[in-house]
């Protein structure tokens, strides 16, 4: 009898920790203080889940879209995380970094690792991979980079008013190119490097962008 009454006791204590674990018929839970574990309830039974190396659970994403984001996407601060499993060029399965090939003038490559495999990436014109943060930023807010010799420009002086205050102004320059989409946006002394939207051209007469045809490029 007493065999019995303990099996029964274990089948309600482990029936009360799926529904502790499972407070919902489906869906993602945190698991402890960890930041790549989680619980994915199915039916109401918990299966203890683990994302791949590199990336972190997010509590935002509703089952049953795949809840691991990267760590930009998602931070977490204060957790504990698995092993790394680094391999070739990847110090983890997942992530965003530094391409040995960058310098502080040649800023924009970086390295994307996809399942311990490293593909060499390269950000946009004008911006730079910022290790920081594992994205591409403004160049002039990535520390290892020459901003002004990587753009190859420098904002003139910003202008100054009557009581020799800097004007809170956001002046545009031109950028040689074949056909005129690029210029230089200069807001507080920080150069941007932008283009035209389709169908539109840099005016360098009027400072800003307008009707292609209406724009005569010397470049």
């Known amino acids: 009898m007493f065999f019995y009454l303990s099996i029964a006791a274990l ?8 529904h502790q674990e499972c407070p919902r018929r489906n869906g993602y839970f945190k698991y402890d203080s960890s930041c790549d ?8 039974k918990s299966h203890r889940m683990m994302c791949p190396d590199g990336l972190n659970y997010n509590p935002n994403i509703e089952w049953p ?3 691991c984001s990267f760590p930009e996407d998602m931070p977490c601060d204060a957790g504990r995380y698995q092993q790394p499993k680094p391999s070739g060029e990847c110090p983890q399965q997942y992530g965003f970094y530094p ?12 390295k994307m690792c996809v399942a ?11 911006l730079a991979f ?28 910003i202008p100054i008013d009557a009581d020799g205050d800097p004007i809170d102004i956001v002046l545009n320059y031109s950028y040689p190119s074949p056909n005129c989409t690029s210029f230089f946006s200069c807001d507080k002394g920080r150069a941007r490097f932008l283009s035209c939207d389709l169908g539109l051209a840099f005016d360098e007469s ?10 005569q490029c010397n470049y």
């Open 11 to 18: 089948v309600v204590a482990s029936s009360y920790a799926q």
């Open 37 to 44: 574990t989680y619980v994915e309830c199915r039916d109401h």
């Open 65 to 67: 879209e795949y809840p």
């Open 99 to 110: 391409h040995p090939s960058a310098t502080d003038v040649n800023c924009a490559p970086y």
């Open 116 to 126: 311990g495999v490293a593909f060499d990436m390269k950000c946009a014109a004008g």
């Open 130 to 157: 910022n290790p920081d943060i594992g994205r591409c930023d403004w160049a002039d807010r990535v520390p290892s980079c020459n901003a002004e010799r990587y753009l190859g420009f420098k904002c003139p002086e």
């Open 206 to 215: 009027i400072g800003r962008c307008r009707d292609a045809d209406l724009v």
